[in-house]
């Protein structure tokens, strides 16, 4: 029996992620991040985690598959609509917060 412990990170992180708090809190702490990378990765790995094909995620974000590889790619650049059209096909929405003095 495999302990918690020795449990490939990857099974860990995508079994929290179908969690939709988990998710949320995880693309939140990814967009606070100075590196947008961070944020893209995020997308891609709770897209991943969902077991949501490519195609109909492309098809829900209003974007070719083609599209949506650039835009979640490490060179990926992608606009406003593009990011919010994408956060709202997994099911979310962006939101600001003020900071916390200090």
Known sequence: MKSHLTEPYERIIAQNLRDD??????LNDALADP?????????RRVAACRNVSIAKLAGKARLTRRGLYYALSKKG????AT????????GY??????KKAG
């Open 21 to 26: 708090a988990y998710a949320a809190d995880y």
């Open 35 to 43: 590196d947008p990378r961070r944020f893209l990765l995020a997308l």
């Open 77 to 80: 650049n992608p606009e406003w």
């Open 83 to 90: 990011l919010r059209s994408l956060v709202s096909a997994l």
């Open 93 to 98: 929405r962006i939101r600001l917060m003020p």
